[in-house]
């Protein structure tokens, strides 16, 4: 099973709304990530999860807070967000930090929008 | 800092037909990976294949096929026998690591449309 699982598929919020992205795994990988699609772009890392500990946040406005609360599960925690915002949010996992021959698995992703 | 280049943004090709995606990449390292996804209109991203640079023979799967030119620093992807299905975008990327980084870094992307 190579399966990454992510929910809502859409979600439409409101500037002030506060909202979650989840994402699941059962490969039991180590690595957890979130990255984020603008139109017509690849996608872009946002966090990086190791072992359930944020390693790497590539400074990413606080409005988008992560969560891992234990290995298989991911969360993205959103408010306040601006339209720019709006995005597809993407989930991927991989067997552990680091190695440059492993593939990461990405789940369907969130088509969010801001409005 | 490695780099991903997809020149064509986009293809057309008749089902039952092959078809060839370019990639070619800029790294200093030795050893690295360059992996091949697909993204269809879902969104979803798929992995589809992956080439270490110490392997000796390119990587196939199924209608995938890698044609790596180490030398020349290329990855393209040969689908063979197109299908419907494979309409979509498709993505080269390389993992880059770090102490302080592990990300995949992706080119731009290149549409194929099948046609009947």
């Known amino acids: 099973d190579t399966e990454v699982t992510q929910t809502p598929k859409h979600l439409v919020m409101g500037m002030t709304n506060k909202k979650s992205l989840k994402c699941e795994q059962h490969?039991?990988?180590?690595?957890m990530y979130w990255y984020k699609q603008k139109a017509k772009k690849p996608p872009e890392l946002m966090f990086v999860y190791s072992y359930e500990k944020l390693s790497i946040n590539e400074s990413v406005p606080s409005r988008f807070s992560p969560e891992c609360p234990n290995s298989s599960l991911l969360n993205l925690h959103l408010h306040a967000l601006q339209p720019e915002d709006s995005a597809l949010y993407l989930c991927a996992s991989s067997q552990d930090w680091g190695p440059t021959n492993t593939e990461a698995f990405f789940g369907q992703g969130t088509r969010l929008t801001v409005v | 800092a490695q780099k991903i280049t997809q020149t064509q943004p986009g293809m057309f090709v008749q089902e039952k037909e092959a078809v060839t995606l370019d990639c070619t990449y800029d790294?200093?390292?030795?050893?690295?990976?360059l992996f091949w996804y697909k993204q269809p209109s879902s969104g979803e991203m798929i992995f589809l294949i992956y080439q270490g640079s110490y392997d000796e023979q390119n990587a196939t799967e199924g209608r995938y096929s890698l044609n790596f030119q180490k030398a020349r620093k290329s990855a393209n992807l040969v689908i063979s026998a197109s299908q419907l299905g494979d309409s979509a975008m498709y993505f080269c990327?390389?993992?880059?690591?770090?102490?302080?980084?592990?990300?995949?870094?992706f080119g731009t992307g290149t549409r194929l449309q099948v046609f009947p």
């Open positions: 490969m039991g990988h180590r690595a």
């Open positions: 990327a390389m993992r880059e690591v770090s102490y302080n980084t592990d990300k995949l870094i």
């Open positions: 790294t200093s390292d030795q050893s690295y990976g």
